[in-house]
């Protein structure tokens, strides 16, 4: 018998013989198909149901349920002296199947099948998409123990006494939005929410610009315009020029050499746009590439209702929406960055008279507004109201927020420049 079937016959007689260690084994052995051996995957999930229904866990009981493999019961039990070392053997039997599995994947795809993958991007993506799901494998199962988390969060805490801030807070540029939400902590989703033409993009453009001024790597992924258009409305931004003359290229005065002067200084930050990726499995090619040459700072996807997922099928819309919040929080946790994922709002908002809008508004809302961390909503009340006394002003509400404050900022708003800035104060 090889050293794999040893250990999975290992891990079979060590639950039998005593149960309490199930739950051990289950945290890395999940079900019986990770076993070579099927009928010992066949007792794998017996007695995982027994345990799960309450029922005694011994020979005669495992006998009883499973009789056709009595024999092989029998010498597994004669084989076994301790179950001292169970937790070893279980990660044995999950490290061999993450290799099989890792096989299995890499000879499934042939990168000369041109119908199947239109690019090498695609093969790749293909490929990483499947090491990501076998290194999730191990992952979940590896734990910290409670006396090194703390020496880390210490280590942590002291590193940033001496440096005088919170490394793992990623200020906005916004002095007000800041100050609300503490900034955005490292692994947080983000979902930044409106109605149409209420410059989420463009806030999420600024904000993206301020954290790249800050040296941090953006990654903007646009799902929606072109990584051109995004390019020129940031000349605007951050040039401070009527965007109409970026688009019809009539400067007047020193317009374009604020326009190059933009282009130089943003030729020099680490913001890259992604116009060519549509479902998520692309999206998390791309982060997992750029996260293994340095830290990403922040990821913003532009948004959250073009995204679909090829080969998979969902119940309904929210079921879907759903399922691709979560991935993105947990692409957050994966790759050690922060997400602002855009969303679009319900049409809802333009049934009432205050159009401000709540979380009950995020389209088919239950399972995004779960999945984020911080909920913020865009209002500009000159777009529904333009007598107001608020022209060029923009709210930004926090609706909910894990570790900040619930409430409300104000941005200024210069729509000709799709710019957001700081709201000046009175003395």
Known sequence: MTQKLKSEQAV???????????????????????????????????????????????????????????????EIMDAMVTTAHVEEYAKMVRDSYARR??????????????????????????????????????????????????????????????????????PTGFVDLDRLLIGIELTENVILAARPSMGKTSLAQCIALNVAKNGEKVLFFSLEMSKEKLMNRLFSIEGRVDSEKVRTR?????????????????????????????????????VARHAASSNIGLVVIDYLQLLRESGRRFQNR?????????????MAKTYDTRTITLSQLSRAVENRDNKRPRLSDLYESGAIEAAADIVLFLYRDEYYNPDTEDKGIAEVGAAKTRDGAIGSCRLAWIGDYYLFGNLAREA
């Open 250 to 286: 009539k400067f007047e005065g020193d317009s374009y050499s604020k326009v190059i002067n933009a282009a130089s200084l943003i030729s020099n930050l680490e913001l890259t746009i992604i116009d060519n990726a549509f479902n998520l499995s692309e999206i998390r090619s791309i």
């Open 101 to 170: 599995t890792l096989r299995g994947v890499l000879t499934s795809i042939n990168p000369l099948d041109t119908k199947k993958y239109n690019t090498p991007l695609d093969v790749i993506t293909e490929i990483e998409k499947g090491i990501g799901d076998i290194g999730q494998i191990i992952q979940n199962a590896e734990e910290m123990s409670t006396l090194d988390l703390v020496n880390v969060c210490l280590d942590d805490i002291e590193k940033d006494m001496e440096q005088g801030i919170n490394r793992n807070i990623l």
């Open 12 to 74: 079979i007689g060590s639950i039998i013989m005593e149960p309490d260690c199930i739950d051990l084994v289950k945290k890395y052995i999940p079900n019986g198909s990770y076993f070579i051996n099927s009928n010992f995957g066949k007792v794998l999930d017996t007695v995982y149901k027994m345990n799960d229904e309450g029922q005694a866990i011994d020979l005669t009981t495992v006998f009883d349920t499973i009789p056709e493999i009595a024999d092989m019961l029998s």
């Open 318 to 330: 929210q079921v879907e929406l759903g399922y691709y919040a979560n991935e993105i929080a947990r």
